[in-house]
């Protein structure tokens, strides 16, 4: 506004020599990169349409928006504040996705977190390299399968009806076993599940910064007399930690990304009451109930929440010392 | 080599054993549909569901999805559209944007790093992105698969870090020779870049081969559906008729038996494929631990 209103004034006038020259400059600058900027605009454009226009987009949760009427439907809505707020927050479900999206997510990482530094600390003792290759080659496999596949294998062993699993333990105790639909194990079977699908790919960094401890620190320790164990705990475990730390701080960070796939993939409405995350909450108001304007009241709650909590983390990472992600 | 103790041995011995289990928990879900897709119905009910070995070899399963169904090679298609043309768009999309930014004096670079930066941290969330496809017209197309995740911002800012690792003196040189800024690109960078190419291609196929959530709510048409979502559907239904898909089929073979074939199906392209390519992907990783 001030520049402008300066210009105006000055125009007049023959314009400053070096303010003008600086303008050129820049122009001259930014035209000598042409070819950069060029490069960079098919990536800006879709980060715009598909970033940022649905950030945007995040209005509606304070309008009432019917899901047939378009664009025109958006900006002719009605806005009504904070409506969909308040009802998510005084509705029965409110505590109900709060409570299953940090426990689910708390399973995961009390036994997901410790779980792939225990296989890398493990593989660390293994000396026969053909052997640890092959254990690790087997163990990044399912990182590479889809949920849609995990979840046919989880029900090749677990299915009420013909799962291996559940059809052996039915002749052997003369019961009937479900687990699926059942909500004692649906959590269990989350926590399994998710630790089996990523404990081999997620050992590769720490089996990166073990392979990057230098071996005179182990033999200095053998000459001393350590032991295996207590090289492991002395010199491996304090070589990794700054690894550790700075994973846990973001696995922290991601709280409430409980592992949307997985869970709309696995559960089904006889489990909802210990299953039911914010993510599957949003999927099935918006998407399936057409509430689009609630759901995205929803969604928009879960996005400001993870964003505090992803700042408090990398804060905390900081704060140790350690560089986070910014 | 070096000398153990008898308790470090005995450490060392249950390790092994630890690790041995671990691998068959690896490997056993995926030998139990193995087997399960080879059994016939007779079989499947004598032996009431899922079995760790078949006891006859019967193919009526696979003579389902590819002979008696053009469902599968329908779905395969769409699934390999995906993985060939949806990762040449996120290639030429991220390399173009990586190296642009990784220009380290261009005017403006900061900012646009954080644009990017900035949509990692926060999302408007499914129901914009929802909205926003279907507003552009892209719903039951196959670019509702390719066009709204053109570019992962990880993996560009990846592909950015490395090409800052480039030598400068490189580009000064072509440029002093006469070299144009694309020629530089086409002629020094990209091949000396292929490694990280391949690497960030091998993320992206993988992404593409194996996604269900998008095509799940984007497309409603059977034609258009990929891989995922036929095997999906088909792991849902209780009874093989209430599928679509598959409703013209008389006397079908045991439910558990088709959707096992269809899991292997599904999956043997990845397992032939990744224990060549894992070495790739661990590089990936390792570059994006490193901040750039």
Do not use: C
């Given at each position: 506004m001030k520049s402008q209103a300066d210009a105006g004034s000055l125009s007049r006038m023959p314009p400053p020599a070096r303010n003008s020259g600086n303008w050129r400059k820049l122009l001259e600058r930014l035209w000598f990169y042409r070819f950069y900027y060029?490069?960079?605009?098919?990536?800006?454009?879709?980060?715009?349409?598909?970033?940022?226009?649905?950030?945007?987009?995040?209005?509606?949760?304070?309008?009432?928006?019917?899901?047939?009427?378009g664009v025109e439907g958006?900006?002719?809505?009605?806005?009504?504040?904070?409506?969909?707020?308040?009802r998510f927050f005084n509705s029965i479900f409110f505590w109900n996705v709060i409570e299953n999206t940090v426990v689910i997510s708390g399973l995961k990482i009390i036994f997901g977190f410790p779980a792939p530094i225990i296989f890398a600390l493990m593989l660390n003792e293994v000396f026969r390299l053909k052997f640890?290759?092959?254990?690790?080659?087997?163990?990044?496999?399912?990182?590479?399968?889809?949920w849609v596949v995990t979840t046919g294998l989880i029900s090749a062993l677990l299915a009420t009806s013909g799962g291996l699993i559940t059809e052996a333990l039915n002749n052997l105790t003369g019961d009937n076993w479900s687990f699926l639909t059942n909500p004692d194990h649906f959590r269990g079977i989350l926590t399994l599940s998710h630790v089996w699908k990523t404990i081999g790919w997620s050992s590769i960094l720490y089996l990166a910064a073990m392979a990057a401890i230098d071996p005179a620190l182990y033999e200095a320790a053998a000459i001393d007399g350590a032991n295996r164990f207590q090289m492991a705990r002395h010199i491996t475990i304090p070589s990794i930690a700054f690894v550790i730390t700075i994973l846990f701080?973001?696995?922290?960070?991601?709280?409430?990304?409980?592992?949307?796939?997985?869970?709309?993939?696995?559960?089904?409405?006889?489990?909802?009451?210990?299953?039911?995350?914010?993510?599957?909450?949003?999927?099935?108001?918006?998407?399936?109930?057409?509430?689009?304007s609630f759901a995205a009241a929803v969604g928009l709650f879960k996005g400001v929440m993870a964003f505090l909590f992803l700042i408090a983390a990398n804060a905390l990472a900081n704060r140790l010392g350690q560089p986070g992600l910014w | 080599m070096l000398k153990l103790s008898r308790n470090e041995k005995l450490a060392h011995a249950i390790i092994y054993v630890l690790l041995i289990l671990l691998t068959l928990a690896f490997l056993i879900p995926f030998i139990i549909v193995f087997s399960t897709s080879f059994i016939s119905e007779a079989e499947f009910a004598r032996r009431g569901g899922y079995v760790l070995y078949p006891e006859a070899i019967d193919m009526g399963s696979y003579d389902i999805l590819f002979g008696r169904s053009k469902v599968i090679l329908n779905a395969y298609s769409v699934t390999l559209f995906r993985v060939v043309v949806g990762t040449g768009f996120n290639l030429a999309f991220t390399i173009t944007m990586a190296y642009a930014l990784a220009k380290k004096d261009l005017p403006g670079r900061v900012p646009l790093t954080i644009f990017v930066f900035i949509t990692m941290v926060f999302s408007g969330g499914l129901i914009p992105r929802f909205m926003l496809v279907d507003a552009l017209g892209l719903r039951n197309t196959l670019w509702s698969m390719v066009y709204p995740g053109l570019i992962s911002a990880w993996n560009m800012l990846i592909m950015r870090n490395f090409f800052m690792s480039l030598p400068e003196e490189l580009f000064d040189a072509a440029i002093v020779d006469g070299a144009s800024p694309p020629t530089v690109l086409l002629r020094i960078v990209l091949p000396l870049s292929m490694p990280v190419i391949a690497t960030i291609g091998l993320f992206y196929a993988v992404w593409h081969w194996n996604s269900w959530f998008d095509a799940?709510?984007?497309?409603?048409?059977?034609?258009?559906?990929?891989?995922?979502i036929i095997l999906r559907s088909l792991l849902e239904t209780t009874n093989m008729q209430g599928l679509e898909e598959l409703a013209f089929i008389e006397d079908p073979p045991p439910a558990a038996s088709l959707r096992s074939a269809l899991i292997i199906v599904s999956t043997v392209p990845v397992l032939f494929i990744y224990p060549f390519v894992q070495r790739y992907f661990v590089k990936g990783?390792?570059?994006?631990?490193?901040?750039?």
């Open positions: 060029l490069l960079a605009l098919p990536g800006i454009l879709y980060f715009i349409i598909f970033h940022y226009i649905p950030m945007f987009g995040i209005v509606i949760a304070f309008k009432d928006v019917s899901p047939f009427g958006i900006i002719e809505a009605p806005w009504v504040g904070l409506k969909h707020f308040n640890k290759r092959f254990v690790q080659t087997v163990s990044y496999l399912p990182h590479f399968i889809s701080i973001f696995e922290i960070g991601n709280l409430l990304d409980a592992g949307f796939e997985q869970i709309l993939l696995l559960y089904s409405p006889s489990v909802y009451s210990v299953s039911d995350i914010i993510d599957t909450y949003v999927y099935r108001e918006g998407l399936l109930g057409l509430k689009y | 799940a709510i984007y497309i409603d048409k059977s034609h258009l559906k990929p891989m995922q990783i390792m570059i994006g631990s490193i901040k750039g």
